[in-house]
């Protein structure tokens, strides 16, 4: 290990199969020192930055070398496994092979195998010397991939709707528990969560009597630390700083939220985007993005750069996906910004004048063309006015609910709706707003008020601004 006391390694992040790497050429030298990378075994390295990139471990020194020689060895002479999972991931014969190649394409199709099943069809892809067999074993990949995607969306539904519910309104650390949700996608569903409401999550699966899941952290907060001091509940227990795993029964999961529920304020941070420099539109360029990449493979400790756009002109805005969730821009020279995952963005639809962000810089190819693409990391809108006629709209709708709550308006919504003058689609879509509000829960069909919630503007609601604020 780079990191044993009694070892003296000058270089100690290394991952594991940066490690095994090291032992081949040791082996392969006789444990003599080498003297030029020719002496290496360099048909090794493709697997090298593959793994050192999923790894996510520091891009900087020895790794730095590794990545962008197997990076190289990817793009030049690829192994058919690789070809092949490249291939079926949509990769352009003209497009580079980055660490975000590995990071986005390969690493996700090669994880979903495990995750899912038995990882020895991954390990087949990569060892195969045979471009028909790989084309084989990466069309399975893709499959396996495909269902990930599908488990993930279902079980983040499921676990967003509870996260989401009166009963973890006030959680400081967010411990949601289902029934045989798949144990190899709570992580990314934790992930997704995390981003959603900015605060530190656990994602736990009832099998076989237990619950196990995985936690991911918000920001700079340790997460490990802090569930570190209920060691005396669980089963088992491991991790660090920004991820963990633990098994508990369910007895002591309730004694868990106790705990938790009694904690005082965690000191939280709000997460902050580090801008490295403004830049205005007109500089983005071929030549800059070719700059750019000569500081590549980004990644763990050499991030990608991030711009900052202070209120560029927005000449179309919309959003995209099954859901609406993503939003794409099109600013000055046709260049697109992008931003996935974010439903609290998709107001700059309704409002696209003073919008300030910030984004990395990349490129996306379609029919044969690079263009030039922003990445959104952050969006500053400016602050919504309260449209006073929806206030008040809202507030008659509010004394309507808070006078018939023994109506369920599950059953009886087109009535209620033509009695308040709106659509049913309408009064669902304000319904849902009173709920991301706080001020109502749905209890078997009734709408029921919460008392004492705290005012909050309408405007506040993603419900709102996505659905109602420009009418």
Request: aromatic share 8%.
């Amino acid at each position: 290990h780079p990191r044993h006391p009694e070892g003296a390694y000058p270089f100690t992040d290394l991952s594991g199969v940066g490690v095994a790497f090291k032992l081949a050429q040791a082996l392969l030298t006789d444990g003599e020192p080498v003297q030029d990378k020719s002496e290496l075994p360099m048909e090794m390295l493709d697997l090298v930055a593959l793994g050192e990139i999923a790894d996510m471990v520091s891009l900087t020194d020895e790794n730095r070398t590794l990545v962008s020689w197997g990076l190289k060895q990817m793009a030049e002479s690829p192994r058919p496994g690789i070809a092949a999972l490249l291939k079926s991931a949509g990769q352009l014969p003209e497009q580079p092979i980055i660490s975000e190649t590995v990071g986005f394409k390969l690493a996700p199709r090669l994880n979903a195998v495990g995750r899912l099943g038995d990882a020895q069809l991954a390990l087949d892809l990569l060892l195969t010397q045979s471009p028909d067999e790989a084309t084989a074993l990466a069309t399975q990949v893709e499959v396996i991939n495909a269902q990930r995607q599908e488990i993930v969306e279902e079980v983040f539904g499921a676990a967003k709707q509870l996260a989401l519910s009166d009963a973890h309104a006030n959680d400081q650390v967010l411990v949601v528990a289902g029934d045989d949700w798949h144990q190899g996608i709570l992580g990314i569903v934790a992930s997704r969560l995390v981003e959603l409401l900015h605060k530190p999550v656990i994602v736990l699966s009832f099998v076989d009597g237990t619950y196990k899941g995985s936690g991911r952290t918000y920001g700079d907060f340790d997460l490990y630390a802090l569930m570190g001091q209920y060691r005396d509940l669980y089963d088992t227990f491991g991790g660090h700083a920004s991820a963990l795993g633990l098994g508990i029964s369910p007895e002591n999961l309730a004694i868990l939220r106790e705990r938790l529920a009694g904690l005082p304020a965690l000191a939280i941070a709000e997460k902050q985007v580090a801008v490295n420099m403004m830049l205005p539109v007109n500089q983005l360029d071929s030549t800059l993005y070719d700059a750019l990449k000569l500081m590549e493979p980004f990644g763990t400790d050499n991030p990608e750069p991030i711009f900052g756009f202070q209120t560029p002109k927005i000449e179309k805005a919309m959003t995209m996906g099954a859901t609406q969730q993503h939003v794409k821009l099109t600013l000055a020279n046709q260049i697109e910004a992008v931003g996935f995952n974010h439903p609290d963005w998709t107001r700059i639809v309704q409002q696209p004048t003073g919008v300030s962000f910030a984004a990395t810089l990349g490129l996306n190819y379609f029919r044969g063309q690079a263009k030039l693409q922003l990445l959104l990391a952050d969006v500053a809108l400016p602050e919504p006015v309260e449209n006073t006629a929806h206030k008040q709209f809202f507030a008659q709708v509010y004394k309507f609910i808070y006078a018939h709550q023994d109506l369920n308006f599950g059953q009886n919504l087109a009535k209620i709706a033509k009695q308040l003058q709106l659509s049913p689609k309408d009064l669902n879509i304000m319904i849902q707003v009173f709920i991301e509000l706080g001020f109502v829960r749905i209890v078997d069909g009734y709408v029921k008020i919460i008392p004492n919630a705290p005012q909050k503007s309408l405007t506040t609601s993603v419900t709102y601004q996505k659905f109602l604020a420009n009418r």
